[in-house]
């Protein structure tokens, strides 16, 4: 096993810096509390969704709904949340309960995620227009407080993103049924011979991905101030990416929270880079996709050389 893989934290966190040190290179002036809150303005609603997503790639599944399901969220959030808190709340835990619901009904019928989540993806985005037909609605004052806080040392985002990181290492590395979740991506069979109920070690992990899905729409909203039924339908492949380039994979559990908050800092600032510069809007996604591209290149060619193949 090389070095890389046992430390698959390392190159997320060398990405993040070059990227950090060209910023600032490129923008002296974003070296500052005031430039580094403008670089990672995004970043926490970004990093609830990875985080989301990587809960369901722990368990060997993918999920192609999370962006409107997030865009489903906001719209709540604005709608809801704000005119009738007590109802608005009760919307969202049903939310939360429904991915539960469809990670046990996957598991089931043994049904291939990628197809069941890419229809729920209709479901959602049906949703979220009947509640918001056009963008609109309002966040809540408080929630707008909390997003807009201005911690002493730090940016909120940064401070949210260090908070995010420690409690999912917390849950899914050190915790004993973050242990068995990520045995389910590893071997299921182990895990149900070892009495495990597998059904619902896939419900409850899909279940956290729906509470982190929906921290993720609140989070959004409470930074724009309004929803859009379309507002995060970009989350999906962000999220994607986010794990991907945090150290995580596709089979197997291999995951890492910590990773895929970095990859989501990673994949924000990006964005932020880019239109330093100057890079048409239409070219900062395939430009995105490329530094994605560069890193995993990178993993792949210092893994192959650790095994010596």
Same mark, same amino acid.
């Given at each position: 096993?090389s070095f ?7 190159l997320? =966190?060398?990405?993040?810096a070059v990227?950090?040190a ?11 509390y005031f430039?580094l809150?403008?670089?990672?303005n995004?970043?926490? %609603?970004?990093?609830?969704?990875t ?5 369901i790639?722990m =368990? ?13 969220? #906001?719209c ?7 005119d009738? %808190?007590?109802?608005?709340?009760v919307?969202?835990?049903g939310?939360i309960?429904a991915?539960?619901?469809l ?7 043994d049904?291939?995620a990628i197809?069941?989540?890419l229809?729920?993806s209709f479901v959602?985005?049906g949703?979220a227009?009947?509640i918001l037909?056009s963008p609109?609605g309002s966040s809540p004052?408080?929630?707008r407080s909390?997003?807009t806080?201005k911690p002493?040392l730090a %940016?909120m #985002?940064v401070v949210?993103? @260090?908070?995010?990181a420690?409690?999912t290492?917390?849950?899914i @590395?050190r915790s004993?049924?973050?242990?068995v979740l990520?045995? =389910?991506g590893g071997?299921a069979?182990s895990?149900?011979?070892a009495?495990?109920p597998?059904i619902?070690?896939k419900?409850l ?8 899905g929906v921290l993720a729409?609140?989070a959004l ?19 994607i990416?986010g794990?991907?380039l945090?150290?995580?994979?596709f ?7 910590t990773?895929?908050v ?5 994949l924000?600032?990006?964005?932020s880079?880019?239109s330093?510069m100057?890079?048409s809007p239409?070219w900062?996604i395939?430009a995105?996709?490329?530094?994605l ?5 990178a ?8 095994t010596?193949a």
């Amino acid at each position: 096993m090389s070095f890389l893989s046992r430390h698959r934290i390392i190159l997320p =966190v060398v990405s993040l810096a070059v990227l950090l040190a060209a910023t600032f290179y490129m923008q002296p002036r974003a070296m500052s509390y005031f430039g580094l809150n403008l670089l990672f303005n995004l970043a926490v %609603p970004i990093a609830l969704a990875t985080i989301a997503q990587m809960l369901i790639i722990m =368990v060997n599944d993918i999920d192609l709904s999370l962006g409107t399901f997030v865009s489903l969220a #906001a719209c709540v959030t604005a709608t809801f949340v704000h005119d009738t %808190p007590f109802l608005g709340l009760v919307i969202l835990l049903g939310l939360i309960l429904a991915y539960a619901l469809l990670g046990a009904v996957i598991h089931a019928l043994d049904l291939p995620a990628i197809v069941v989540t890419l229809g729920m993806s209709f479901v959602w985005g049906g949703l979220a227009l009947y509640i918001l037909p056009s963008p609109g609605g309002s966040s809540p004052d408080w929630l707008r407080s909390l997003m807009t806080v201005k911690p002493p040392l730090a %940016p909120m #985002a940064v401070v949210a993103a @260090i908070i995010i990181a420690a409690v999912t290492h917390l849950l899914i @590395i050190r915790s004993g049924i973050g242990t068995v979740l990520r045995g =389910v991506g590893g071997n299921a069979r182990s895990v149900a011979r070892a009495g495990w109920p597998v059904i619902r070690l896939k419900a409850l992990a899909y279940g956290l991905a729906g509470l982190f899905g929906v921290l993720a729409g609140m989070a959004l909203v409470g930074l724009t101030t309004s929803a859009d039924a379309n507002i995060a339908l970009r989350y999906t492949l962000l999220s994607i990416a986010g794990v991907i380039l945090g150290g995580g994979e596709f089979t197997g559990g291999k995951v890492s929270p910590t990773g895929a908050v970095i990859g989501a800092l990673t994949l924000t600032l990006a964005a932020s880079f880019l239109s330093f510069m100057r890079l048409s809007p239409d070219w900062q996604i395939g430009a995105q996709g490329a530094i994605l591209i560069l890193v995993l290149t990178a993993r792949l060619i210092f893994s192959r050389k650790g095994t010596g193949a």
